[in-house]
């Protein structure tokens, strides 16, 4: 059974820094993109970023660009999302993401992935 389980979410202020975690399981996790896409309170879901399963291809929304940075431990079967410079519009629930299969790019659209963790909430608050 394919798992993906988010870690790391809290409150913060603004400025501050988390990290976010995803540890997955029952599937070849490190032949896989993974993404991290965000819902805010209210709104519909947005894609955030995502890492290839060389590493070497890295994306983020435009609205991340710069403060977050997304890596992956192929030993540890767990993909991280670094938060730095949090703002109160960074405030969502966070998930991890997967397509159906290795062999699929997702891509940029939240709708591409077809496997999602349960979700970690984000609260950037003074």
């Known amino acids: 059974e394919v798992q993906l389980v988010e870690s790391g979410g809290g409150l913060v202020q603004p400025g501050r820094s988390l990290r976010l975690s995803c540890a997955a399981s029952?599937?070849?996790?490190?032949?896989?993109?993974i993404g991290w896409v965000r819902q805010a309170p209210g709104q519909g879901l947005e894609w955030v970023s995502l890492?290839?399963?060389?590493?070497?291809?890295?994306k983020y929304a435009d609205s991340v660009k710069g403060r977050f940075t997304i890596s992956r431990d192929k030993d540890k079967n767990a993909v991280f999302l670094q938060m730095d410079t949090l703002k109160p519009e960074d405030t969502a629930v966070y998930y991890c993401?997967?397509?159906?299969?290795?062999?699929?790019?997702?891509?940029?659209?939240?709708?591409?992935?077809?496997?999602w963790g349960q979700g970690t909430q984000v609260t950037v608050s003074s």
């Open positions: 993401a997967a397509p159906y299969t290795a062999l699929w790019y997702p891509g940029t659209h939240w709708n591409n992935y077809d496997y």
């Open positions: 029952g599937f070849t996790f490190s032949t896989y993109v």
């Open positions: 890492i290839d399963s060389t590493e070497r291809i890295t």
